[in-house]
């Protein structure tokens, strides 16, 4: 008699674990699927902020560039600037050289023509 139980307990014991199974497989299926979509999600909100990031960072680069061209003029300006300033220095030591001859000639002179005019 139990093993009369135990044959009709077999097949409605089948069943049973084939519709637990089933129903696990939709559960697992409609989870992956919610998982799936929240992994898209989080894929969208992550390409905005690395497309924002890129934004920012053609944004840098513009600037750097542009202030390498700038950085560029005003290194070219002061070696103009240096040269001519070295042009000013080397004119002036060479004006006040010429004006020291001037002076000490002048001097001379001024000694010769004074020692003539005291023996006249």
Do not use: W
């Amino acid at each position: 008699m139990t093993f009369d139980l135990f044959c009709f307990l077999i097949p409605i014991t089948k069943k049973f674990i084939i519709i637990i199974i089933r129903t696990e497989i939709s559960i697992q299926s409609n989870k992956n699927k919610i998982d799936i979509e929240d992994l898209r999600v989080k894929r969208s909100d992550l390409s905005a902020v690395i497309e924002q990031e890129e934004g920012q960072k053609r944004e840098v680069e513009d600037k750097i560039k542009a202030l390498k061209e700038k950085l560029e003029v005003l290194e070219k300006s002061l070696e103009n600037k240096n040269a001519m300033k070295m042009k000013y220095d080397k004119t002036i030591e060479d004006t006040e050289g010429a004006f020291a001859k001037v002076i000490f000639r002048f001097h001379l002179l001024y000694i010769f023509f004074f020692q003539k005019t005291l023996y006249f």
